[in-house]
């Protein structure tokens, strides 16, 4: 009896993890399996909604989504789980208006993408690189509204706080070519060339970049490199194209 008590007084019971913590583990599950099986990530987030996942579970089932380029009903899911966040005052309402911005965006619905971008911006709670890339995708809905000058402000700012992605650069480049800006486009593909010298749609770039100015050589010259650097990609085919004025384009 002595024996048997002296074990039950040794062994301390672990204490139970806290709903907090069980929260933050069944979320990363499920975003991992969002992200390595996403059809399996949609049934295991819509499972944690049913049992009182909230706003997480939809973010989860969006990224399922997403994964799956499933851009509308992704865009549902993070709209969905802005506006429970909101309801809640959650701050990651913001980052949830984001992503759907940036699923509209995929979709081409370019006046849903525009409204949770501004929602998303207008919340104040997004910094740094997060607020960068909202800008970044708000100016893209906005040139493909056509607000140009509206745009070039966003991606300023962007350059500013997410200056580090090449494709900030790489945008703010054909921008300035829109707006007949060469020296500024000049400058920005030379930073996205930079971070970036890989990137076909950069040769591309390059090449429209020359051919405003006058440079038949300097364009045929970039064209060319984006045939070879990625042969299938659609800047590839994009360059053959513009190729076609020459007298030989370039067989990949």
Not at 82 to 93: D, F, I, L, T, Y
Not at 155 to 166: F, M, S, V
Not at 202 to 217: F, P, Q, S, T, W
Request: proline share 5%; charged share 25%; net charge negative.
């Amino acid at each position: 009896m002595i024996f048997l008590m002296l074990i039950a007084q040794a062994v301390t019971p672990l204490p139970l993890p806290s709903a907090a913590d069980s929260m933050e583990a069944r979320y990363d599950r499920c975003v991992d399996l969002a992200t390595a099986n996403p059809p399996e990530g949609v049934v295991e987030g819509t499972q944690w909604r049913a049992s009182g996942g909230g706003f997480f579970a939809r973010q989860c089932i969006g990224i399922a989504y997403a994964n799956q380029a499933k851009w509308a009903p992704a865009a549902e899911e993070f709209e969905a789980a802005a506006q429970e966040a909101e309801v809640a005052r959650n701050s990651k309402a913001a980052q949830f208006w984001a992503q759907a911005g940036n699923a509209r965006l995929a979709a081409g619905d370019v006046a849903k993408a525009r409204a949770a971008l501004d929602a998303a911006l207008a919340a104040g709670t997004l910094v740094g690189l997060e607020r960068g890339e909202a800008q970044f995708d708000r100016a893209r809905a906005m040139v493909a509204a056509g607000e140009l000058e509206d745009a070039r402000n966003d991606i300023d700012q962007a350059l500013t706080l997410a200056g580090e992605d090449p494709l900030i650069w790489l945008a703010s480049a054909t921008l300035a070519r829109r707006m007949d800006d060469l020296p500024r486009a000049r400058k920005d593909i030379a930073e996205a060339f930079r971070r970036s010298s890989d990137d076909p749609s950069i040769y591309l770039e390059i090449g429209n970049i020359a051919a405003l100015g006058g440079d038949a050589d300097g364009a045929k010259s970039a064209w060319n490199d984006a045939v070879h650097v990625a042969p299938s990609s659609e800047a590839a085919a994009n360059a053959r194209n513009a190729l076609k004025q020459f007298a030989d384009p370039p067989q990949p």
